[in-house]
């Protein structure tokens, strides 16, 4: 059997893109969306919000749904953020967004310009939390909210990769292990404050019958997602 070849994530989501749906499209993401629904404000009336690795625009959506004033989506992939523009206008957003290839690591937006700032499913894609979340910081203003996802560390330690498939091969993204003691200490360096944490479950029901999985995946959790404040 051939290795699966390991790709950056850049090269990845170029591949990926037009496959990635602007919802959540497997077991794993439904379980974070919960946990991210769990800790988002219904009502983000007239907030501006900044989606850190917004992809396909799956947050973003959910932004502008629950009436966000000001929307901003960032991600290194120019595939990736070609599928939300054409998403977000789909949609009937037109006119109500702006995104921006870059990295999380140096963020094109001014200081404390979001009140709040999405961040899932992106950071283990770089090698190290501290540089990002001190841009999530500094983009947020004082007294915004943070929430960041991650898939959750016990996977890496349980050989799990980030798979997919593109034109019939398989591939997988390049992912770090971000264990929660990483996220304290780096929350801590860059004053962000940690005000929740969630280790979201797969629900049996969102398996497809007949799919092939690790069936540890059902006792230990999938993601890992954080409310993080940076203090008035
Ligand atoms: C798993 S997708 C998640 C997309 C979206 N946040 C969601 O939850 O549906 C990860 C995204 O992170 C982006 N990404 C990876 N590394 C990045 C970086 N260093 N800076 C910005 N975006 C990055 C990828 O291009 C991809 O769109």
Redesign the pocket.
Known sequence: MSAVPLLD??AA?ALWAPE?P?HAHNPV?QAEERAMHALLPASLEGLSVL??????G??LLQALQRGAGQVTG????AH?LQRAARELDAAGHHGRYALHQ????QLPVADASADLTL????LG??PALLP?LSELHRATRPGGLVLC?DVHPIGHALGWT?AFKAGGQRYAVRHAQHLYSHWHGACARVGLAIEAVLEPMLDPNDIAAGAHFDPLALQVPVALVLQLRRPA
């Not at 989606?51 to 396909?56: L, Q, R």
């Not at 870059?102 to 690591?105: C, P, R, T, W």
């Not at 961040?119 to 992106?122: F, R, Y």
């Open positions: 994530p850049l989501y990635y602007p993401m989606d850190a690795g917004c992809g396909s799956r947050y960032v991600d290194l992939s990736m870059a990295s999380l690591e961040c899932g499913l992106v894609h770089l990002a996802s980030r």
